[in-house]
């Protein structure tokens, strides 16, 4: 087949080949670089007349993208113009996000994306990544192999299947953009190439009666198929995925709490697969009481951790801290000890209902003879907080104001630095303000929250809060995995992220953050990715040689540059429709890559 564009990596630098001409390049998001093309590349590529005369230099386009991004009335308006400017231009989206990554984060991804998530029907224009139903399986690999990618093609697939999104629960089709958006962090943030990755959402229904009953909702209207019938529509994803695209790390992505864990448990040891709302999440968080901990002067081992809501969140964050705490020196019990986890039943304790992944932190009644309580049987934070005394308070609960004074104040009494992390989102579901922490505890707690808050002045000091956001930590545990080739995703791999990551900020000064901002993402990435992949190899999964870690990383990372043009001849051969005319319009070229048709 003859082609339509291909990238290549060359000893001068990324060059591009483009065989097609006029507005077959303007419609192309990956080639269509608009007023930056020159004279000479115009008369060669057929754009003369297509164009402004003037030729604009990248930094100029971005200039004038800015401005207008600054003169958008609130935030959706601006993800919607980033939207726009990704599926007309791709490496100019890029570059601008990448340029302004702390800004523009909470727009293409959380938090703004939920809005958009929700309108996604109403507001739908041009298809972007795959849609599998439940009730098409027979067409599931037909489906993937008209993304029009090869075997070697695909570093990485980000799917979901919508019940989980955000902080807003079932959105059904419209979970799309949550893959889409994912996506994009992973090439902003750690160089993914944007012509190798692959949105994916699995739709086996909804239960959100509100697009059940709206007539222009895109996705399949019957209630979310469960069960044995979900779980072979997922298997057979994954097979299928895996067949298809053997080099490609799966990335789950907001599945509901029922199947989350269930569905890493099952393939995280045969095939190269991670969920960043378990492993993510935990990685983070880790790292945030890592260098909390080191703050502190303490160590791990004389933690007493609280976390409250011990969904698949929250264990995770358990698991991992565990983990940490045995390659330490501790016994796992004597680890898994430290950990008392709340759920919607309050205490994990023997004899109440839970999840199999909660069990190994249920306490026995034993322990918990002689404790004090404000209503008998009934062990709520409060209870907990008193009996425990806890030196870590970590909030996955999405009950906002759930640490109120009186818990902060109780916990504070027995410790020097109460570690707290009000971790929900959005903003509104956040277990405490930062402000309050801060004036609940003289000053002295050390911080990381789910959203992202303004610094707070208190006493004229200047106390900046660390976000635990799990950008920090996914975009480089992708990149190490893809370049280690690694054959699964281990427990050590995500261990190292986030000690990684711990190491890059430094707590101890009063006010400091204990984790790295977004404006440092890029940077982080490498640095994660680089302690993933010497992890991958120290734990034999690793499937091709590290000589050299820090450039191997450096060279995976896709720069958002326009490359180097190289007009071609070879005829490319349009796309013929069922009724004989031509199409040679925008989507007769494979999406994810567009260079063959």
Known sequence: MARQFEYKQTEAGEIVEIAVRGRQILARPMIAFGTAYTHEERDQLGLNGLLPPAVVSMSNQLKRLYK???????????????????????????????????????????????????EYSAWYTRPRGVFLGIDQQDDMELALRNYGQGPDDVDLIVVTDSEGIL?????????????????????????????????????????????????????????????????????????????????????????????????????VNDYRTFNDDIQGTAAVVAAAVLAAVQASGTRMADQRVVIHGSGSAGIGIADLLVEIMVDQGMDPDQARACFWGLGSRGLLREGTRMRDFQEPYARSQAELDGWQLDEPDRYALADVVRNVK??????????????????????????????????????SQSEALPADLLAWTGGKALI???????????????????????????????????????????????????????GLADGRRLGSAILPAAS?????????????????????????????????????????????????????????RADGSIDDGPDSWHAAGGHEI
């Open 68 to 118: 207008q991004f600054k003169r958008q009335p609130n935030n959706l308006a601006k993800y919607v113009l980033l939207t726009d400017l990704q599926e007309r231009n791709e490496i100019l989206f890029y570059r601008l996000v990448t340029e302004h990554l702390e800004e523009m984060l909470p727009i293409i991804y959380t938090p703004t994306i939920g809005e958009a998530i929700r």
């Open 167 to 267: 902080g807003i629960g079932d959105q059904g089709i419209g979970g799309i953009r949550i893959a889409i958006g994912k996506l994009a962090v992973y090439t902003a943030a750690a160089g993914i190439h944007p012509l190798r990755v692959m949105p994916i959402v699995l739709d086996p229904g909804t239960d959100n009666m509100a697009l059940l009953n709206d007539d222009g909702y895109l996705g399949l209207r019957h209630p979310r198929v469960r069960g044995e019938a979900y779980d072979e529509f997922v298997e057979k994803f994954v097979t299928t995925a895996a067949r298809l695209y053997p080099r490609a790390l799966i990335h789950w992505e907001d599945l509901g709490a029922s199947n989350a864990h269930r569905v890493l448990a099952k393939y």
């Open 390 to 427: 806890p030196t870590i308070l970590i909030g996955t609960s999405a009950q906002p104001g759930a640490f109120n004074e009186a818990i902060v104040k109780d916990m504070a009494a027995h410790v020097e630095r109460p570690i707290i992390l009000p971790l929900s989102n959005p903003t």
């Open 520 to 576: 440092e993402l890029r940077s982080v990435s490498a640095t994660v990715a680089i302690a993933v992949a010497e992890a991958a190899v120290a734990d034999g999964v690793a499937e091709v040689e590290l000589d050299s870690p820090i450039q191997q990383v450096y060279k995976k990372m896709w720069q958002p540059n326009y490359p180097t043009v190289v007009p071609i001849t070879n005829s490319v051969t349009p796309v013929r």
């Open 448 to 502: 990381a929250t789910g959203s992202p808050f303004a610094p707070v002045e208190r006493d004229e000091q200047t106390y900046t809060i660390a976000q635990a956001n799990n950008a920090l930590v996914f975009p480089g545990i992708g990149l190490g995995t893809i370049v280690s080739q690694a054959s699964r995703v281990t427990p050590g791999m995500i261990s190292a992220a986030a000690q990684a990551l711990a």
